[in-house]
């Protein structure tokens, strides 16, 4: 039958479902089959024939109808999976039902009274499969169809490669068979790569979306403060009811981490091989960071303390979350296998990176967002890989990548996102001494960004950025500059030299953020000066031998540090300060920040387009709730400061005090006005600006000062580098304070954020399936879709 013929069936069997107000039985073969069996439709053609209106209007007008079309197409689904697909017919009824299910699926969603229908039982559905009217043990109708996608995703020559040596053998025995031998790539776990195919590639994805679309019922549901609705779908799916969970997680991270968009490193290969693993990756890495939506707060990890040892994947752990994806990521520990991930994740990342050396050169991946996520949860959920990313230089294949995508987004406001993510991978990172550490390594590669040249080290790179960020962002980022110059204070103690430029941008931040308007015009404002302040006395402090140039930027901008000081904290003057805001500032002016000339080959960042769609993300916790205070011991080990008291804390160290606290302490000394809005006091002002840790600068500048002031008069200098010179050759051992012990502020898990997580990755989803449009037009109540 040709393929018009066949549309046209199928398009009058859905105008008679949507026109029969008597219920058809659900024995009505005749009837039922037009749906699936004489039909080859593409998954587009099953959304073009099926239009959104008729399906709701069967839910309405002839429920049982819609009910009946469900457990039938998951009956075929499930006999499809019992039979083992042999014949090319059953396996387009499997392909069939597959489209129509993951058409139909997010209407039930919709409807809150249809949420229930997929979890009921089905009368002669028994768990047992043996006596039909045993319906003591029936399975649910979800149950059912996660089981069949699971069967029918190692399905020999459907999905997976036949082991049979010759056609004569009896066909592979579906329930005998052993998945774990049919892992679809090599890597963790698996050591043979099979025989690309396209067909099973594409059977193999059209499965995944439906699996994605069963997944999808959390987007229905709005945003829970705890977080801890459990998905039904995928607690089920990741159970040991589903025998195939191992080969499964297996299957779906190693196709991700092997693949390799270049095409076996050809130029242009892509040109000349349309590249069908891409659309299966894709799907495999959104399936995969679905499985592990996981809120690992309320959860214990097995390997929370990063000391359990054990071999690949085995029991020697306590026994981890009931979600066996989330506990099998949580047990990788070979070598090898981190190994594999990780130069995996990297050259995925570095993929966007690669394009500007030969234009089109490259396949230009997009699913960045979601390996960025998969990165997250690989580092939360297991400490050793997380060591393991920082104990070489590759961390910096990850963070070059990162860095590069947020100077990219930073004046884009539908990915705002992105830029809450890469950040807060930096963040976990930053909480970890090797981090800081591995900054010091020279930046050489030159990947085209549009940040001033400069000659240095990745820290150089990082601060640059984060400057960009900062001065040239859009307004919606503000809430991330608090996480931006927490990470510069956690790897600022071990940082041996900053570049001049990277030490000027620091001085320009603090130069903005210390002008009275600035500080005066939010209550929170004035910790953007404590961060900036801390990561000075680190720098000066532990790594004063190497850093001539920050030393000097400090001393040419020392009115900055003599303002701060001498803050006016009496009632006109904040009033004046406030004042001056009336005037519409930049939100960071751009002069004296010396722009340098941006790198060859590099384009500007740009705003959305107008139109672009974006999801709303729900707010992030305050810095104070995102990290915990710890204290390194000389040792090099960290020691927990949450469990100390708060008020011994600020008296003995220059720390910053909690925001918490400094709120409450806010809300009692500046007076909300009549509007509700925050003005600051007197009393206000002076609470922190008597904590303001300016000794160590305040000595430097008095020791320094004269000493450089008194070389540019004996020799006539004008010259920065002799000046330099000095400062290398200068020591201030004895003159300082006592060294601050140093602190870091290192990321906890909260819900708080396993909010946003499950908010950022589902609209991620939402917005990159466009093709088909799973969930587009349909009633989503976990994030609104707006429009830049």
């Known amino acids: 039958m040709g393929s018009a013929d066949s549309k046209l069936n199928f398009r009058k069997a859905v105008i008679q479902l949507t026109t029969k107000t008597q219920p058809v039985e659900a024995t009505d073969d005749a009837f039922w089959d037009q749906f699936w069996a004489d039909t080859a439709t593409s998954v587009q053609d099953v959304f073009a024939l099926v239009p959104a209106a008729e399906i709701r209007a069967v839910r309405e007008e002839s429920p049982s109808n819609l009910a009946t ?118 890597g963790v776990g698996f050591a043979h790569s099979p025989q690309p195919n396209y067909i099973h590639d594409m059977n193999r994805m059209e499965l995944l979306k439906l699996l994605l679309t069963c997944f999808s019922e959390a987007m229905y549901l709005p945003p829970a403060p705890d977080s801890s609705s459990i998905n039904p779908w995928v607690q089920f799916f990741c ?60 959860s214990a990890s097995p390997t ?81 890989f997380l060591f393991f990313v920082l104990k070489s230089s590759d961390v910096l294949d990850i963070l070059v990548p990162i860095l590069y995508f947020l100077n990219d987004a930073r004046a884009d406001q539908s990915r705002v996102g992105l830029m809450h993510i890469g950040v807060f991978i930096l963040l976990l990172l930053s909480g970890e001494r090797n981090f800081g550490v591995r900054l010091n390594k020279p930046y050489s590669v030159r990947v085209p960004m549009d940040i001033p040249v400069f000659t240095g080290t990745h820290a150089d790179l ?38 001049m430029v990277a030490a000027n941008k620091l001085l320009h931040l603090l130069e903005a953020f210390s002008t009275t308007w600035f500080l005066f015009s939010a209550a929170q404002n004035h910790h953007l000066v404590f961060f900036l302040l ?72 740009a705003p959305a387009e107008p139109g672009t769609l ?55 000394l500046s007076s909300a006005s009549a509007n509700g809005q925050w003005s600051p006091t007197s009393e206000w002002v002076l609470s922190w600006k008597s904590k303001l840790p300016l000794q160590t600068i305040m000595r430097l500048l008095q020791v320094l000062v004269p000493q450089v002031e008194k070389i540019c008069i004996d020799k006539g200098l004008t010259d920065e580098s002799e000046i330099l010179r000095f400062l290398q050759h200068g020591t201030l051992v004895g003159l300082l304070p006592v060294p601050h012990p140093i602190l870091i502020r290192k990321y906890q898990a909260n819900s708080g954020t396993a909010m946003w997580f499950r908010t950022y990755m589902w609209g991620v989803i939402y917005l990159r399936n466009v093709d088909p449009p799973v969930w587009y037009d349909t009633d989503v109540k976990l994030f609104e879709i707006q429009r830049v």
């Not at 297996?250 to 130029?267: F, H, K, R, W």
């Not at 990063?306 to 949580?330: C, I, K, Q, R, W």
């Not at 001539?548 to 001393?555: D, E, K």
């Not at 900055?560 to 006109?572: E, S």
């Open 304 to 384: 929370v303390d990063g000391t359990t040892t054990g071999t690949a994947m085995d029991d020697a752990d306590p026994p981890g979350p009931e979600n066996l994806f989330v506990n099998y990521l949580s047990r990788i520990h070979r070598e090898e296998d981190f190994q594999f991930i990780l130069k995996g994740i990297a050259r995925l990342l570095s993929n966007p990176l690669l394009q500007t050396y030969l234009p089109n050169s490259t396949k230009k991946i997009q699913f960045h967002q979601e390996l960025l996520v998969l990165f997250w949860k690989l580092c939360d959920f297991n400490k050793k």
């Open 69 to 186: 079309l469900c457990y039938k197409a998951v009956e075929k689904l499930v006999q499809g999976a019992e039979s083992g697909c042999h014949s090319e017919k059953e396996r387009q009824i499997v392909l069939n039902c597959s489209r129509l299910l993951t058409r139909v699926l997010p209407y039930i969603f919709e409807d809150p009274d249809w949420r229930g229908f997929f979890w009921s039982t089905v009368p002669g559905a028994g768990r047992g499969g043996q006596g039909e009217d045993d319906d003591e043990n029936a399975r649910p109708l979800a149950e059912s169809l996660l089981l069949a996608i699971a069967d029918l995703l190692f399905c020999p020559d459907f999905t997976v490669q036949s082991h049979r040596r010759s056609t004569v053998d009896s066909a592979e025995d579906i329930h005998s068979l052993d998945s774990c031998e049919y892992i679809w790539e090599a």
């Open 614 to 668: 974006k999801t709303s993300l729900v707010a992030t916790p305050g810095i104070d709730k995102l990290t915990e205070k710890s204290q390194v011991s000389e040792d090099g080990t960290l020691r927990s400061l949450e469990s100390v008291p708060q008020q011994s804390l600020a008296e003995d160290s220059p720390a910053m005090e909690e925001p918490s606290q400094a709120w409450r302490e806010q809300r009692r």
């Open 462 to 499: 990082l601060i640059v950025v984060f400057h960009k960020i900062i001065t040239s962002g859009h307004q919606r980022l503000q809430p991330l500059f608090d996480c931006l110059l927490t990470i510069v204070v956690n790897v600022s103690p071990y940082l041996k030299s900053l570049s």
């Open 239 to 298: 159970s040991t009811e589903n025998r195939h969970a191992l080969p499964l997680f297996t299957s779906l991270l190693n196709t991700v981490c092997a693949y390799d968009p270049v095409g076996y490193g050809i130029p242009y290969n892509h040109l000349l091989f349309s590249d069908y693993r891409e659309p299966l990756v894709e799907e495999a890495a959104q399936v995969l960071i679905v499985t592990l939506d996981h809120d690992s707060a309320t």
């Open 534 to 605: 801390e990561v000075f006395n680190n720098i000066i402090q532990y790594q004063f031998d190497g850093n001539s140039n920050l030393v000097y930027a400090i001393i040419r901008k020392r009115s900055v540090f003599h303002q701060l000081a001498n803050l006016p904290t009496d009632p006109p003057a904040i009033h004046k300060a406030l004042q001056r805001r009336r005037r519409p500032p930049e939100p960071l002016s751009r002069a004296g920040s010396q722009e340098g000339a941006s790198m060859e080959g590099s384009r500007p960042a």
